[in-house]
């Protein structure tokens, strides 16, 4: 017999909403993610502007709702004027972050034009590298001041009429790394971000601020960053950002797929963290976390910045992805949705051949990675509030973070609808698990689909795009207020029910 496990699906037990902006991705000026990626004029598939409208389709697919950009590393080093203004007019710069060139073809309002396009919320990074609070201010006021000053009537020369209205911002990038340009100690940050934070506010008192945490959970000053940014910036910023990649390293595959236990600590003691200052500065505000950068990333792989060669938007780590890999992106979208009570702001880094879900060839076609599918069926059907869903299942040993549950699940319900989706992981290589869910009464099963194969190394490519695509799974069999279905080894699934009708 497999293992087995239970849970329950009680709409009562919320954990809080669905927001939005848990589906967010990332565009950074870094390889081809930019050029060749979601832009490339001369393509067969390029619009009047450029853009690539089949990866403009797979972005509306994929179910993306706000985009991070201009970086990244890119942003520490980043004039943002140079992206502005008639393209021919525009300087050639050295981008430091990853020792490229960026001839800036592409900038803040070619940007603006392709989320338009998209569909998506802008989330705009501003440069507190080797930059400061006077910059900051220069930037949002071209982007969002209606008119009648300097810089809103540059960008009304600039064929912009209306204001960008951005509303979401963040105050640099990853400054506690010693890779960044700019690179900062807490205090130093803290009192700058804290500085900038005060004037935006005074711009637009309605902007929402995301000040820079850890760079990753592995920096030896994780925790006491957060505590002394927060310290200089509680009452004026409303998110504290997160970082985290995961590569199976030494092929540890337990491990690997135990990721999500890692972002759930990860998350819990920042959000502790965040807590903890506010009630020592006798706060009743609450501080969301962003966790605006998070994906796989074989790391291991990547020879580092200083391997590098001065050249235009090269071929940069451009994983690509397998089953495994899609396996783990799903378990941490689980995660985020099980912590949607403190994470607001959610994006997976990058949108377009950078680690990425989507990849693209230069004037040929694009593609889904394997990575593309949990998140465009949980962005899509993940919807109204999460359930607190608590599997009794087995555990499974890993070397990197000891004993973790078989099964990593969340719920959510949309009471509009009268429907609730099912996310699961199987993580265990070896076995299937039969799990019986527990459910509110006159509940039909929908659909069942999962992402699993006999070869966990399968992966997509130009050649073959649909390799590895959702299949229908075991299927949930309800009999009153149970399901049982089976979830296959190594699986990610995802479970649609829904009212039954009368006559059922």
């Not at 699906?9 to 909403?17: E, M, N, S, T, V």
Request: aromatic share 8%; glycine share 10%; with cysteine.
């Amino acid at each position: 017999m497999p293992p087995s496990a239970r849970l329950t699906l009680d709409p009562a037990f919320r954990i809080g909403p669905v927001d939005p902006r848990l589906f967010g991705s990332f565009v950074e000026h870094m390889g081809r993610c930019v050029h060749t990626g979601v832009f490339e004029p001369g393509h067969p598939l390029a619009d009047a502007d450029g853009f690539r409208t089949d990866v403009l389709e797979l972005t509306r697919e994929l179910g993306v709702t706000v985009v991070r950009y201009p970086g990244g590393n890119f942003v520490s080093n980043y004039r943002w004027e140079d992206g502005v203004g008639p393209v021919h007019e525009r300087p050639a710069r050295l981008d430091l972050a990853w020792r490229s060139l960026e001839g800036n073809r592409f900038g803040l309002n070619e940007f603006m034009a392709w989320a338009a396009k998209a569909g998506v919320e802008s989330m705009m990074a501003l440069n507190l590298g080797t930059r400061g609070v006077a910059e900051a201010l220069e930037l949002v006021e071209y982007a969002n001041h209606p008119g009648g000053t300097a810089l809103s009537e540059l960008r009304r020369s600039h064929g912009v009429d209306k204001p960008h209205d951005v509303r979401l911002w963040c105050l640099g990038n990853e400054l506690d790394g010693p890779w960044q340009m700019g690179h900062k100690t807490a205090a130093e940050y803290g009192r700058l971000a804290a500085e900038t934070a005060r004037a935006l506010k005074r711009f637009d008192p309605g902007l929402s601020l995301v000040a820079c945490g850890s760079s990753n959970s592995g920096m030896p000053t994780f925790g006491s960053w957060e505590a002394e940014v927060l310290e200089a910036t509680y009452e004026m910023v409303d998110y504290i950002s997160l970082h985290a990649y995961y590569d199976p390293t030494d092929g540890d595959t337990d491990s690997f797929l135990a990721s999500g236990a890692d972002m759930d600590h990860m998350i819990r003691s920042i959000a502790a963290t965040a807590d903890h200052v506010g009630a020592k500065l006798r706060s009743k505000k609450k501080i969301m976390l962003s966790f605006d950068e998070w994906n796989v990333w074989y790391q291991s792989r990547f020879g580092g910045e200083s391997s590098l060669g001065w050249t235009e938007h090269p071929r940069l780590i451009e994983d690509t992805y397998d089953v495994t890999d899609a396996v783990v992106v799903g378990s941490l979208l689980i995660t985020l949705l099980r912590n949607a009570d403190r994470v607001g702001v959610a994006c997976q880094a990058q949108l377009a051949n950078v680690i990425a879900p989507i990849r693209t060839e230069p004037g040929g076609p694009a593609w889904r990675q394997t990575i593309f599918h949990p998140f465009a069926l949980t962005a899509r059907h993940a919807r109204g509030q999460v359930l607190r869903v608590e599997p009794e299942c087995a555990l499974i040993p890993t070397a990197r973070y000891g004993d973790v549950p078989a099964i990593w699940a969340t719920a959510t319900h949309d009471e509009a609808t009268g429907e609730t989706t099912l996310l699961a992981v199987n993580r265990d290589r070896n076995a299937p698990c039969d799990l019986e869910v527990a459910l509110p009464g006159g509940m039909r099963a929908v659909e069942h689909l999962e992402l699993a194969d006999d070869d966990p190394s399968a992966a997509n490519s130009a050649e073959a795009p649909g390799r590895v695509v959702p299949r229908p799974g075991s299927g949930a069999r309800v009999e009153g207020r149970r399901a049982s279905l089976r979830l296959s080894p190594s699986s990610w699934n995802i479970v649609r029910f829904a009212l039954a009708s009368p006559q059922e």
